[in-house]
């Protein structure tokens, strides 16, 4: 009792002082990396997570994270355009049986490399255009961010998605993922995405089950989706991860009034909260 009384306060400085210098010299490395050119096409979610989030209290930066992770089935997961894969390591991998993660750009690779290794991921440099992992998945996620028109054509988009199509079909995968809204877009372009509609729409072109949603950040309109042949979540018949309060979503297995997993107590003790 009295040493803790004693090491608290002093743990507590540390972390002060700690906190406030990686904020700072994560501030120093946003001023490097996109104050000065060329801009990298991916941004290094270090400088969210030790800086911009606590100085613009705004989490869109994780959305993307926690709603592709409420999709994931368990098996192997291909995620495409990883940036520097601070979601396949910190969301995706640990939920999976196994993450290939891919990106066009060599040096994105080698950040996600060197900052968010782990066993069971796999970073590959590739141009989903022509060269996509092959393999089959439960999940695809593609967390492309920017307007997808500005990068693909048509074709492109259509071909793609093909692919994707391809290996999801032998496990009933699901393709979840998000793009920040077109502006200005040109009225009755299948490929614009100015609005949850429009995406909606073209996904349903492909699959039988799609969900959009939408989330508003200042400066930023956040799509969502998760579209495949088989169930997505909060769908009738769901049941992969998600149990809502009260039962599971599974028809016919409730688990009303009982708790199950791991007693509050042990999740305390491994550092929940
Ligand atoms: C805005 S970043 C998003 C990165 C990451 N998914 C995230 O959410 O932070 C877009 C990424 O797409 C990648 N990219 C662009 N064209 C690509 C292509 N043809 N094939 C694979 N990746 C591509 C870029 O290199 C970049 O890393």
Not at 24 to 41: D, F, I, N, T, Y
Not at 42 to 50: A, G, Q, S, T, V
Not at 57 to 70: A, C, K, Q
Not at 203 to 227: K, S
Request: with cysteine; aromatic share 12%; hydrophobic share 40%.
């Amino acid at each position: 009792m009295l040493l803790k009384r004693l090491l608290e306060p002093i743990a507590r400085w540390e972390s002060r002082l700690a906190a406030r210098w990686v904020s700072s010299a994560h501030a120093r490395l946003l001023a490097v990396q996109w104050g000065l050119k060329p801009w990298p096409e991916h941004f290094d979610h270090r400088i969210d997570l030790f800086h911009q989030w606590i100085r613009t209290r705004n989490p869109t930066w994780v959305e993307r994270g926690v709603f592709s992770l409420l999709a994931l089935k368990g098996g192997p997961v291909l995620e495409l355009s990883c940036g520097d894969g601070f979601n396949a390591r910190n969301f995706y991998s640990l939920r999976a049986a196994s993450v290939i993660a891919c990106d066009i750009d060599s040096r994105a690779i080698v950040t996600a490399r060197r900052h968010n290794r782990a066993d069971n991921l796999q970073y590959v440099v590739a141009d989903i255009r022509t060269d996509m992992p092959q393999g089959e998945f439960d999940n695809v996620v593609w967390d492309f961010a920017f307007p997808l028109t500005r990068y693909f054509k048509p074709a492109e988009i259509e071909r793609i998605l093909a692919q994707i199509k391809r290996r999801l079909a032998g496990r009933g995968g699901i393709l979840s993922g998000y793009t920040e809204a077109e502006t200005g877009a040109v009225d009755g372009d299948a490929y614009q995405f100015r609005c949850m509609a429009d995406l909606q729409r073209f996904l349903r072109g492909h699959f039988a089950n799609v969900t959009v949603f939408e989330t508003r950040a200042p400066q930023r309109h956040n799509m969502y989706f998760w579209a495949s042949d088989a169930t997505v979540p909060f769908q009738e018949g769901w049941h992969a991860a998600l149990v809502v309060a009260g039962g599971s979503v599974e028809p016919g297995r409730r688990t009303e009034g009982s708790c199950q997993g791991t007693p509050p107590d042990e999740a305390w003790r491994s550092g929940g909260g």
